[in-house]
């Protein structure tokens, strides 16, 4: 299946690195533009201009507008066409003049865009970290792009039985006799599940885990995601010291990931541990990497019957239901058929303002016809 779907908060870069100049970032397969406008705030247009096709994420910002580098059409954060200089100052600027524009929201250091069509109160939440304002917890993030399908990556991080092998500070590489992965408890949420687990883990290596000054024993590790593209983790590696990890993925494409990592630690606060966190964080995610890149097919097949699913990968059942239930929805794209249409046309993500107004210039992608959710099926979101 090849899950790309609508209607989901993604992360679409650090807000550090969105300055005066726009940015062009490619989501879900189409291409937007990032910028500020005249206040600061982030904005999110689509990038094709309704003229004839210029990239606005190549323009330049006037006035807290977009302006198109082909002829100066310039576009406000709303996406409203504002200024047509062909037609000089008086001119009427047609009704058609407009591009798509999301919501965004800046919050853990991260600008957000909400890539969908629904009404604020329907959309399903940019996941809160519940320990960033406090005290006692000290957070660092980490950012990569990588060759991978995001849903793979997704998998992985839901997936306990891949720690023996891929990470040697977490396994053993299977050399002990007695390993099994222990039986988990999954608990299903309104918007994603997660599990609970008590690992047998190495002790801490010198100079990476040094400071927690951890023994061999066992790990209290629990991993959850919420939506198709946000994963959490609570890593109690001792009573006292606690790593919560939360990640925020977005596809660039089916086989291309953009993913943002952060750690939330309760013990060696001091700003001088954040770059040895980071080192450890950036490892761990290289190694999961060089495995990712290389599965296949890249995208996870459809149906399990080209797969021998163990007990350890019910997670990974669990999140492909959840998977199932957006696409009843009918919020999965149908990137077989956009592909299609973007050798000849140039599509984008529908946005709220297709709901109020029609007269659009730019399709929308095609989207999986939803179908009828299941009678009976749980809170999962129409899982099944
Ligand atoms: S293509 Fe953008 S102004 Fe002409
Ligand atoms: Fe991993």
Not at 112 to 139: C, M, N, S, Y
Not at 155 to 162: F, G, L, R, T, Y
Not at 331 to 344: A, L, N
Request: proline share 7%.
């Amino acid at each position: 299946m090849t899950a790309v779907f609508i209607n989901f908060w993604y992360p679409v870069i650090e807000g550090s690195e969105l300055g005066d100049e726009p940015l062009q970032v490619t989501m879900l397969g189409c291409d937007f533009v990032l910028f500020r406008d005249e206040h600061g705030k982030a904005r999110c247009l689509a990038n094709t201009c309704m003229h004839r096709g210029g990239s606005l994420g190549h323009g330049v910002v006037r006035d807290g507008c977009i302006q198109c580098p082909y002829h100066g059409w310039q576009y406000n954060g709303d996406g409203r066409c504002v200024r047509i200089p062909s037609i000089g100052r008086d001119g009427k600027i047609p009704a058609r003049a407009k591009v798509d524009s999301y919501p965004v929201e800046e919050r853990y250091g991260l600008v957000f865009a909400f890539l969908g069509d629904l009404p604020e109160k329907e959309r399903p939440p940019i996941q809160t970290i519940v320990e960033w304002d406090q005290d006692d917890w000290r957070p660092t993030m980490v950012g990569w792009e990588f060759d991978a399908n995001m849903e793979r990556a997704v998998e992985n991080s839901m997936d306990p039985a891949h720690n023996e092998f891929v990470h040697p500070t977490h396994g053993f590489q299977g050399e002990r006799e007695d390993y099994r992965v222990p039986d988990m408890e999954i608990v299903e949420e309104e918007l994603g599940a997660y599990f609970r687990i008590v690992m047998y883990s190495p002790a801490g290596e010198k100079g990476t885990l040094k400071e927690s000054k951890r023994e061999a024993g066992s790990v209290e590790a629990y991993s959850g995601h919420r939506g198709p593209n946000q994963l959490w983790n609570r890593l109690h590696l001792t009573d006292e010291y606690w790593l919560h990890q939360y990640q925020f993925s977005v596809p660039v494409d089916t086989g291309r990931t953009r993913f943002w990592h952060i750690n939330m630690r309760n013990s060696w606060l001091d700003p001088k541990v954040d770059e040895r966190m980071d080192e450890r964080n950036r490892a761990t995610a290289e190694q999961d990497q060089i495995v990712l890149k290389r599965l296949r097919p890249v995208v996870p097949p459809l149906g399990t019957s080209q797969e021998l699913l163990m007990p350890s990968d019910e997670p990974v059942r669990q999140y492909r239901r959840y998977l199932a239930g957006w696409e009843a929805k009918g919020w999965r794209i149908d990137v077989e058929r956009m592909r299609e249409m973007q050798k000849t046309t140039t599509v984008t993500i529908p946005s709220p303002g297709r709901r109020d107004a029609g007269n659009w210039v730019l399709n929308t992608v095609p989207l999986v016809a939803p179908h009828e959710i299941a009678a009976g099926s749980s809170s999962a979101s129409g899982a099944q």
